[in-house]
């Protein structure tokens, strides 16, 4: 297939998805909040590209939900092109993707956090993954959780589950607390074998992460709550930020590479507390 053609699909996939998780969400706040836009651009001077993020604060669902979308192209910085898969002797690059973090109102309900991407060197392939992170133990939930990405994973290969979750277990961990950021998902990078297969599995991920928010949403959106649990809360956050500005390889990329700061950073919380 044309290397034009598959970032056309991966693109228009990712801004659909973007549009479907968002209506997604306003349903969610029965429509009494709305979504603040921005349009960014790469590079002002000349055609880099761009995207655009949402952000929704203080709803009754959620203290705030960012949905980005980006497109952007152009040469990596020299100091960064050893460090990316092919763009070692070629700084030249395509990246398209869509990032969406979660933070609740009600401390029973996990931050979720969903990615997926297509970046294109003089190799191409497609990274992403599912996370949640809970302030709260819930077995059962967590129980819930992988379960549902088992059977999302076994639908393309059997050997995916227990390959990406070792691999999120590893990703999202914080070396200098020396503990996890939450209770896992899936992670995958660098995945480009089959681009038809490999595509497909993508699109599932997304369609997935929208099942898994609205279903553990609707489950514990009316659990009460008190300011102890909410403190938690704001503490695990803590852990969140830490892990974003450290070690997020999405954010470096992002800011490395000529992001929108904005968009970059609206995986940060709100309000966030350290102790």
């Given at each position: 297939m044309d290397l034009?053609?598959?970032?056309?699909?991966?693109s228009n996939w990712f801004k659909m998805l973007q549009q479907s998780i968002c209506h997604?969400?306003?349903?969610?706040?029965?429509?009494?909040?709305?979504?603040?836009?921005?349009?960014?651009?790469?590079?002002?001077?000349?055609?880099?590209?761009?995207?655009?993020?949402?952000?929704?604060?203080?709803?009754k669902v959620f203290d705030k939900v960012g949905v980005n979308f980006s497109k952007?192209?152009?040469?990596?910085?020299?100091n960064f092109q050893k460090k990316i898969l092919g763009a070692k002797?070629?700084?030249?690059?395509?990246?398209?993707g869509i990032s969406v973090v979660m933070h609740m109102k009600n401390p029973n309900i996990p931050a979720m956090h969903f990615n997926t991407r297509y970046i294109c060197t003089t190799y191409d392939w497609f990274g992403?993954?599912?996370?949640?992170?809970?302030?709260?133990?819930d077995e059962n939930e967590k129980k819930e959780f992988h379960e549902i990405l088992k059977?999302?994973?076994?639908?393309?290969?059997?050997?995916?589950?227990?390959?990406?979750?070792?691999?999120?277990?590893?990703?999202?961990?914080?070396?200098?607390?020396?503990?996890?950021?939450?209770?896992?998902?899936?992670?995958?990078d660098y995945k480009r074998n089959n681009?038809?297969?490999?595509?497909?599995?993508?699109?599932d991920v997304g369609v997935t992460f929208q099942t898994i928010f609205e279903k553990f949403i609707k489950k514990k959106i009316k659990k009460r709550w008190n300011k102890k649990d909410k403190e938690m809360q704001y503490n695990k956050r803590g852990r969140?930020?830490?892990?974003?500005?450290?070690?997020?390889?999405?954010?470096?990329?992002?800011?490395?590479?000529?992001?929108?700061?904005?968009?970059?950073?609206?995986?940060l919380p709100p309000l966030a507390k350290w102790k």
């Amino acid at each position: 297939m044309d290397l034009e053609i598959k970032k056309d699909l991966t693109s228009n996939w990712f801004k659909m998805l973007q549009q479907s998780i968002c209506h997604a969400i306003c349903n969610l706040e029965k429509n009494k909040v709305k979504f603040k836009s921005k349009i960014w651009k790469r590079n002002n001077k000349k055609d880099e590209g761009g995207g655009e993020f949402k952000i929704l604060e203080n709803g009754k669902v959620f203290d705030k939900v960012g949905v980005n979308f980006s497109k952007v192209y152009g040469k990596f910085p020299k100091n960064f092109q050893k460090k990316i898969l092919g763009a070692k002797n070629n700084p030249n690059f395509w990246a398209s993707g869509i990032s969406v973090v979660m933070h609740m109102k009600n401390p029973n309900i996990p931050a979720m956090h969903f990615n997926t991407r297509y970046i294109c060197t003089t190799y191409d392939w497609f990274g992403g993954g599912i996370d949640v992170t809970p302030s709260k133990k819930d077995e059962n939930e967590k129980k819930e959780f992988h379960e549902i990405l088992k059977k999302l994973c076994n639908r393309h290969n059997k050997n995916y589950y227990s390959r990406y979750k070792k691999w999120c277990d590893e990703y999202f961990y914080l070396p200098h607390r020396k503990e996890s950021r939450g209770i896992g998902g899936i992670f995958f990078d660098y995945k480009r074998n089959n681009f038809e297969k490999d595509f497909k599995f993508v699109r599932d991920v997304g369609v997935t992460f929208q099942t898994i928010f609205e279903k553990f949403i609707k489950k514990k959106i009316k659990k009460r709550w008190n300011k102890k649990d909410k403190e938690m809360q704001y503490n695990k956050r803590g852990r969140y930020v830490e892990f974003n500005l450290l070690y997020d390889r999405g954010t470096k990329f992002g800011l490395q590479t000529g992001g929108n700061v904005d968009g970059i950073l609206m995986s940060l919380p709100p309000l966030a507390k350290w102790k």
